[in-house]
């Protein structure tokens, strides 16, 4: 199972429950180089839930595993990136 690291540990156990955290829509541990890192803000609880369940799990990852795990594999999966609109 996936584990914060201590120091990431200690930087969100100092904010309120609802303040924002960054979360990378691709784990930094997960890309290859430095690509582009795509991020959002998501509040403390929600960002420290989301990463007991799913790791450092890709959002491709997460939706094969939640079918797997929680949908009986009753479903056949596919996720495409929005391309971005200028
Ligand atoms: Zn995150």
């Not at 784990?27 to 509040?43: D, E, N, Q, Y």
């Not at 989301?50 to 799990?57: D, V």
Request: hydrophobic share 35%.
């Amino acid at each position: 199972m996936f584990q914060w690291d201590t120091k990431e540990r200690a930087r969100m156990k100092k904010k309120k429950s609802n303040s924002l955290t960054t979360h990378h829509v691709i784990p930094t541990s997960r890309l290859k180089g430095k690509g582009i890192l795509s991020v959002c803000k998501v509040p403390i609880l929600m960002h420290q839930l989301y990463h007991s369940l799913f790791g450092n799990m890709t959002p491709e990852e997460i939706l094969q595993h939640l079918n797997v795990s929680f949908w009986n594999d009753e479903y056949e999966i596919t996720i495409n990136k929005t391309p971005k609109i200028k």
